[in-house]
């Protein structure tokens, strides 16, 4: 089959990260043929001037429509897409200059109706965005869930840098309406279809993430929120890893209060753990105050998640709410 890719860039009032992107673009190794799909999901500041700016160069069909959501955005810029193979980015993201040759080498070499890549931090980005990096990629913090060689046979994709066949996105008809966690939820749908997934490590992207700390925190206590939803929906897919970050939290809550009647060892093997991570993203971004600000984002995140998590598991896992009434704030009305 010869492939022909779309890629599918749902955008919210962020022309300048789309300007950013559309230049990553432009540095591509030729000769591969592609479009670009930029659907505008109801921004009040656009970015067309940017597209218009720069469509000579490059293959851009643009749309504009109402604010429904990613998940509805990606659907939509899918359904009018020209090729055969989709490609979905966030406007936050900067491609290197190889990444179109190594997805078309990935997947000649094993093809799958659905794989995901990975994300790095670019020299470029600012300190907060390599420590939030390095916490949500890091093997020490996630284990590999955001990207993993071992994982390769059951890698549920992250939306930020995914592909999707056609013949996938037709049969389940894209992604829900729940955000975040539409990435996982299209994933589980489509193994359950008989749909293979894969982890493709060097079809990487830079993803920037205009982040604070604040920010931070509210997305990774919504990504534990959805994850007792999607274990819900899916029971077959419930993992023991998912309850690390509440095991953490109980293990620093516990410490601390040990240390308070001179129990020392459950500090100290915190702290040792904490070293650990320090060591660990020094020796990865050759930058001491990233080390130090990873250290911050470790705890934001696990915090973070943990409580999303224990918040969701009860009202949606114990007393059995739905979820939709419960958390109206993580579904998009379409």
Not at 185 to 199: C, Q, V
Request: charged share 20%.
């Amino acid at each position: 089959m010869q492939l022909l890719f779309s890629f599918i860039i749902p955008v919210y009032n962020r022309p300048n990260e789309i300007l950013e992107l559309l230049e990553s673009f432009l540095i591509q190794e030729p000769p591969i043929e592609y479009e670009i799909v930029i659907v505008e999901d109801g921004s009040t500041i656009t970015s067309k001037q940017v597209v218009d700016n720069i469509k000579s160069q490059l293959n851009i069909s643009y749309y504009y429509k109402q604010n429904s959501g990613p998940g509805d955005s990606r659907n939509f810029g899918m359904q009018k897409a020209k090729g055969n193979y989709f490609i979905i980015l966030d406007s936050d993201c900067i491609l290197p200059k190889d990444y179109v040759i190594e997805l078309e080498k990935n997947l000649k070499a094993k093809y799958v109706d659905c794989f995901g890549g990975p994300d790095a931090a670019h020299h470029s980005f600012t300190n907060l965005q390599k420590a939030i990096n390095f916490s949500m990629t890091s093997f020490i913090t996630t284990g590999g869930i955001r990207g993993n060689k071992n994982s390769v046979n059951k890698f549920q994709p992250r939306s930020f840098n995914m592909g999707i066949s056609k013949k996938a996105f037709n049969a389940t008809q894209g992604f829900g309406r729940i955000h975040p966690g539409e990435d996982p939820d299209l994933s589980i749908r489509l193994w359950n279809l008989g749909f293979d997934t894969a982890f493709f490590e060097t079809v990487y992207v830079y993803h920037k993430r205009r982040i604070s700390w604040s920010k931070f925190y509210t997305q990774v206590k919504k990504f534990g929120m959805v994850r007792p939803i999607l274990n819900t929906w899916h029971p077959s897919t419930k993992k023991i890893t998912y309850w690390f970050p509440i095991a953490f939290v109980l293990a620093f809550i516990l410490s601390v209060l040990a240390a308070f009647f001179n129990l020392m060892l459950p500090i100290y093997l915190i702290l040792g753990y904490y070293i650990l991570a320090f060591i660990v993203a020094l020796i990865e971004t050759k930058n001491i105050i990233v080390a130090f600000q990873s250290l911050i984002a470790i705890t934001i995140q696990f915090f973070g998640y943990g409580i999303g998590f224990l918040k969701s598991t009860f009202f949606v896992g114990i007393l059995k709410r739905n979820p939709e009434k419960q958390f109206p704030k993580l579904f998009f009305k379409i």
